[in-house]
């Protein structure tokens, strides 16, 4: 019954990365049929992710009130009618509108399974988990990329997506029995039962923050979404604007990042198991650093493209690494009020930065990009480092 669980929980996984790369891919196509600024992506993008941070910062009391399971179907299903409503929609405004809900969900399905695997599964289905969300992120730029080479428009591609979400979500329903047969502490493999997290009292925002290395752990959280959620926006109109890929090919390539992260994730899952999860975060670091180099030179394609495979590949292993850690440094009881933080400030950093990037980009040069990221790479290592020593004595 609980390797049935699991399987659900990769499926959540893979709903989980779905919509999260198709605006960037839509976005060269969609700003000039809905008359937008480049930089107009940035506010969606925004909405979305500060909707994102209001469930996750709720996550610690829905989740012990009414369950992982149920929080994770209702969060799906909000998420799936979002993004049809995106598919109707033939104005900005209207996009504006639809983030709402489309945060909203996504906040409550992230921060609840990720807790829950922090919990009670090894480090390597950590990653292995987070290599599905890559899975469906690297999946809908190739759905998006088919629907608009076949004349159907962007509207197409939202509205396919959508339609894969309602069928994860109803599924997610139908598996709600499961969640509560293994949530009883009679059951071995949840030892640590969810019945039982679920009654400890939510912690405040000041006990949580006032936790030793929990800040700076939640500005490292900060950079590194903020560094991924830029890649993963601007990516496409990077190579079309300065490799002169055309916008069909640009989203074709730009899921190479998405394939970066989910074969990295792969591989980590395997690499846990010899090395710990403080050594591949470093890893990681560097690997991205490397890539950041290679998309300095935009005047060489493929080495942007080459750039952008590294990049996923270094953020493979960093953001199911640090989760994993979280109920080791910080406590089991803490793990939930301390991942809906960490989420909460993941989304902030995806939330903020890629609109200061949008700016940049229309008034003064897009060519930035890499410039861009290394800046929140060297802060997410200080950070990174500064969680390590402050937690050394607990972990």
């Known amino acids: 019954m609980f390797g049935l669980l699991i399987a659900i929980i990769y499926l959540s996984f893979i709903s989980l990365g779905l919509p999260d790369s198709l605006l960037g891919a839509a976005w060269p196509v969609m700003r000039v049929e809905l008359d937008a600024p480049v930089s107009y992506a940035g506010i969606i993008s925004m909405l979305i992710c500060a909707c994102t941070i209001v469930s996750s910062l709720l996550s610690d009391r829905l989740t012990k009130k009414f369950g992982t399971g149920l929080v994770t179907a209702v969060s799906v299903a909000i998420t799936a009618g979002a993004l049809i409503c995106f598919s109707l929609s033939n104005a900005f405004w209207m996009l504006v509108v639809f983030a709402v809900p489309y945060g909203l969900g996504a906040g409550g399905v992230d921060a609840s399974l990720n807790n829950y695997v922090a919990l009670h599964l090894k480090s390597r289905h950590m990653s292995w988990l987070h290599c599905m969300w890559g899975v469906g992120a690297a999946v809908s730029p190739y759905v998006m990329s088919f629907a608009l080479t076949n004349g159907e428009g962007w509207n197409q591609g939202y509205l396919i997506v959508g339609i894969i979400q309602i069928c994860i979500s109803a599924l997610l329903f139908v598996s709600l029995p499961i969640w509560k047969k293994c949530a009883k502490p009679s059951v071995e493999q949840c030892s640590d039962s969810t019945a039982t997290m679920e009654k400890l009292k939510p912690l405040s925002f000041k006990e949580i923050v006032s936790t030793r290395g929990a800040v700076a752990c939640f500005i490292c959280f900060f950079c590194y979404c903020a560094l991924e959620q830029t890649t993963m926006l601007w990516a496409s109109s990077y190579m079309v604007t300065f490799n002169g890929i055309n916008a069909e090919d640009a989203a074709k390539f730009a899921s190479m990042f998405f394939i970066g992260i989910t074969v990295g994730r792969g591989i980590n899952g395997f690499l846990t198991i010899k090395f710990g999860d403080r050594t591949l975060i470093r890893v990681g670091q560097f690997i991205i650093l490397i890539g950041a180099v290679f998309i300095i030179i935009p005047s060489v394609w493929a080495l942007t493209v080459i750039g952008f495979i590294l990049i996923g590949l270094g953020c493979a292993p960093i953001y199911p690494c640090i989760i994993h850690m979280t109920p080791q440094l910080f406590g089991e009881d803490k793990s939930q ?59």
């Open 337 to 395: 009020a301390l991942i809906g933080v960490q989420m909460a400030s993941a989304y902030l950093g995806s939330c903020l930065v890629p609109p200061v990037y949008g700016l940049i980009a229309d008034n003064l040069s897009g060519y930035a990009l890499p410039y861009f990221l290394l800046a929140f790479l060297v802060l997410m290592i200080v950070m990174h480092e500064t969680v390590v020593t402050k937690t050394r004595r607990k972990s």
